[in-house]
Each structure stands twice: as C-alpha cells, then as structure tokens.
C-alpha cells in the first residue's frame, strides 16, 4: 500500500516563503505531484517531480529526494489568494491511479 | 476545450434513494478516475476506468457502489440505497493516458438526508 504524511495546517504570512513537506511510502512509483484545493473547489494541477531535484514554476517550486521517500512544495512572495490545501500524491506503479496525502491547510495572514 | 464537467453540483437524497453522478472527460481524454473527499480530508480514491473497462475499482465499497464509463456518454458513478455515511463530495478527474496530471472536475456535493 501507499502512506503519505503532510503537516495538517502551516500559517505564514503575505511576502514570505513557506515550505510544506511530504514523506511517502510505497512499493514503487512515478513521480510525486502537488494539487493545490480553495474551500468548495477543485483540486488543480501544481506541478510534478520524476526525478530527483527540484522544479520551478513561477512562484512555486517541488523538489523530491527518492532515496529519502520526501518532498516538499515551496511557495514564494505568499499572496492571499495561496490560501488553500496542498496535497501531495503519488501515482504508484501498483494502482496506476494518484494516492493523496491528506492535505496540508495554508493560511496566509495579512 | 472545456473542462471535466461533472453533473450535479449539489444532490440531496433521502436515506434508501439512488443517486447517480455523471462525469463527462476533457476532450481525447479516455482515462477517467473517481475520488471521494469527507469535509477536512484528503482525496480517496474510489476507482480508475477506461474507456468500457473498469481498471481498479479496490477503492469502491462492494457493495452499494458501482461506476461505468460507455463508449459514448460520461462516465456515471452510481450509488444504490444511500445511507448517511455517503454525504462527501464526488470529483472525478480524467488524463488523456497514464499519466501524472489529472485534471478534476469541480464535484458532486452528495448529502444524504
């Protein structure tokens, strides 16, 4: 099976940078992807890490270690609107469909 | 290039009721997937089909639950004699093959009454 831990709220403030990390385990996957979810909406697309590293888009940035079963979102220059859950998911060889961490709760303070 | 689009938004049943949530996928997407998420909690995923065939189903209850995806039409989740415990909203999410993006619908908001 697949387990992944995230911190269940971080609080941050607007301007600043906040990391949320994710630890998984699992017999074999693809890659770790993060999906960002405002209250009532749809989770959507943030990005994907296959390899080891990290990878930039805009004002977000992933990075993965697989040899540490770890990850983590960074969110820089925090606006209000990155209030949301952030959930990490893998997509394991096993069940080719994505496994959801359980959601880590941002709430960016003026 | 619309959406996932996913019909109702909001469905009220009443206890022993059926309630059938429909899902049409992005355009050239044939892989289509079903999650559930409870008020403060993650995604649970329910089951994975393609295009006439059920994939992994091993998140779906056996009983009561039941989901297809014909040739033609969206992808229905259906869930027969609904009981409480079923309130939870419904996305579904489609990619156009084994991939690592998903793209989700905005969900069935289901409460059972």
């Known amino acids: 099976g697949q387990s992944l831990e995230q911190p269940s709220e971080v609080t941050a403030v607007e301007g600043a940078i906040v990391q949320i990390n994710c630890t998984y385990q699992?017999?074999?996957?693809?890659?770790l992807s993060w999906y960002q979810q405002h209250d009532g909406g749809a989770p959507t697309f943030l990005s994907y890490?296959?390899?080891?590293g990290l990878e930039e888009t805009g004002r977000f940035s992933s990075f993965l270690s697989r040899s540490d079963s770890y990850g983590y979102l960074l969110l820089q220059e925090l606006q209000m609107k990155d209030s949301a859950s952030y959930f990490c998911?893998?997509?394991?060889?096993?069940?080719?469909?994505?496994?959801f961490g359980s959601g880590t709760r941002l709430q960016v303070q003026p | 290039n619309a959406g996932v689009m996913q019909n109702p938004r909001h469905l009220v049943r009443r206890r022993g009721q059926e309630a059938r949530l429909r899902c049409s996928p992005m355009k050239g997407h044939s892989h289509v997937y079903w999650y559930r998420q409870l008020p403060e909690e993650g995604l649970k995923f329910m089951v994975y089909?393609?295009?006439?065939?059920?994939?992994?189903e091993s998140g779906m209850p056996k009983e009561r639950f039941s989901a297809e995806f014909p040739k033609e039409g969206p992808s229905i989740l259906r869930i027969q004699q609904v009981v409480r415990g079923d309130s939870a909203a419904y996305f579904c999410a489609s990619s156009p093959n084994q991939n690592t993006e998903a793209f989700f619908g905005q969900g069935t908001r289901l409460t059972v009454v």
């Open positions: 089909l393609q295009k006439e065939n059920i994939i992994d």
């Open positions: 998911a893998v997509l394991d060889t096993g069940r080719r469909a994505l496994t």
């Open positions: 699992t017999s074999g996957f693809y890659g």
């Open positions: 890490n296959g390899l080891d």
